[in-house]
């Protein structure tokens, strides 16, 4: 594997690159409550910059139908130009007239951002007409939005069609770590939480194999529970997606490699949080944990291995009395990281709860692409790593 790494070209003085990244970030009241995908991409902004390229941003934010003003790039550029301490001039347009003159009339290093382009609707059909126009703007095109390189999208896919592509420098990151998982050094443990069964699956059989163990908590765990017949109670589940379940078990058992809680936390009917074995858990109860047999046991498992994967949190820890069991395999994790074992995290959820512990930075590397991690590492086709990545 070969990747296009912005280090290979030489020439950036007067280019103008189109940088697509991913600042589709939370909001709160109208300002931003979570810089973390921007401070990603401030070391192939400033690269850029430095190297004098001329350079116009490009983004998503939310999932707007149409024009939403309250989804303008408006907001990010100007927090993005207080990050950089440079100044960052928001064009209100992206393909128009207002677009190609504000590309035409870029200097050495300065920057200009466009408007989102989800209002175009163009982009979310991967149409080669708007990505053409989009191409017209710029010289070069560089991803460093790895978050989004799962989905067929102009500004993500068909791009790369019309310009030279590179890998901005998170991007690469990204993609290095995670080969890491898929070429592990073993024993490979991975730990695997959240609920849609459809998402995680394809993850399950790739690193099935490779995988010393594989330990589940969360609504995918009580999915699995319901189907060996465990009482499961009102517990979070994928019914829907029970099927896909069929491949990990021989006969009626689940193929060893597979481990599940053997306690859990689960919260009453009168709404108090209760520890149970698994066969004490009642019609009226709902999992929201896993139980402290449970930490335990995989615990003995993590600080075993080489190399450790963690996506999914293991119950509600949003939730005070069911926050214990996400926070203890995290905190272990961390504790086996960076030297002892090679440990990878992602996911929203997940990079949250990790957080928590404040151990986030004993971790080798934490992914915040989420869906793009899970469909890189199941071995799904990657669209926007297309031509960056051979």
């Known amino acids: 594997m070969k990747i296009k790494s912005l280090q290979q070209k030489k020439d ?3 280019k103008k690159v189109l940088l697509r990244v991913n600042f589709d970030i939370p909001q709160k009241n109208g300002k931003i409550s979570g810089d973390y995908r921007l401070l990603a991409a401030l070391p192939t902004i400033k690269f850029l910059v430095e190297k004098k390229a001329r350079l116009i941003i490009i983004s998503h934010w939310g999932r707007p139908k149409g024009v939403d003003k309250s989804l303008s ?7 993005l130009q207080k990050l950089l301490k440079q100044k960052v001039k928001h064009i209100p347009d ?3 007239d207002k677009a190609q003159k504000a590309t035409k009339a870029l200097c050495d290093g300065e920057i200009i951002f466009l408007e989102n382009v989800r209002f175009e609707e163009a982009e979310k059909k991967n149409d080669k007409k708007f990505a053409k126009k989009l191409a017209s703007l710029a010289d070069v095109y560089v991803n460093e939005a790895f978050s989004v390189c799962h989905r067929q999208q102009a500004s993500v896919s068909a791009i ?8 901005g420098l998170q991007l690469e990151d990204e993609v290095k770590h995670l080969q890491k998982i ?7 443990v991975v730990v695997m939480g959240g609920s849609k069964i459809e998402t995680k699956i394809p993850l399950i059989k790739q690193l099935y194999k490779p995988a010393s163990h594989i330990l589940l908590g969360g609504g995918l765990a009580s999915t699995f529970l319901k189907k060996i017949g465990v009482e499961i109670g009102r517990s979070l589940y994928d019914a ?7 491949q990990f078990f021989v006969g ?8 599940l809680p053997i306690d859990v936390i689960v919260k009453t009917v009168k709404g108090r949080s209760q520890h149970r074995y698994l066969e004490n858990v009642k019609k009226s109860d709902y999992i929201l944990d896993i139980g402290p047999e449970t930490i335990f046991l995989f615990s003995t498992y993590i600080k075993k291995a ?11 820890f949003e939730e005070a009395p069911f926050k214990h069991g996400t926070l203890a395999i995290a905190s272990i994790i961390a504790s086996r990281s960076t030297g002892k074992a090679f440990g990878l995290v992602g996911g929203g959820e997940t990079v949250a709860a990790l957080k928590m512990t404040k151990m986030d930075s004993y971790v080798d590397w934490v992914s915040t692409a989420g869906g793009a991690m899970l469909s890189y590492l199941g071995g799904e086709k990657m669209p926007g790593l297309k031509n960056i990545i051979y």
């Open 12 to 14: 950036w003085q007067g």
């Open 94 to 96: 992206i393909i128009g």
């Open 240 to 246: 829907k997606n029970n099927k896909h379940l069929n």
């Open 252 to 259: 009626k058992k689940i193929v060893s490699k597979i481990i």
């Open 160 to 167: 790369t069609e019309y310009l030279p592509a590179f890998a």
């Open 73 to 79: 790039t408006r907001a990010l550029a100007a927090y």
């Open 306 to 316: 080489q190399t450790i994967v963690w996506n999914g949190p293991l119950g509600k």
């Open 182 to 188: 898929l070429k592990p050094i073993k024993p490979l």
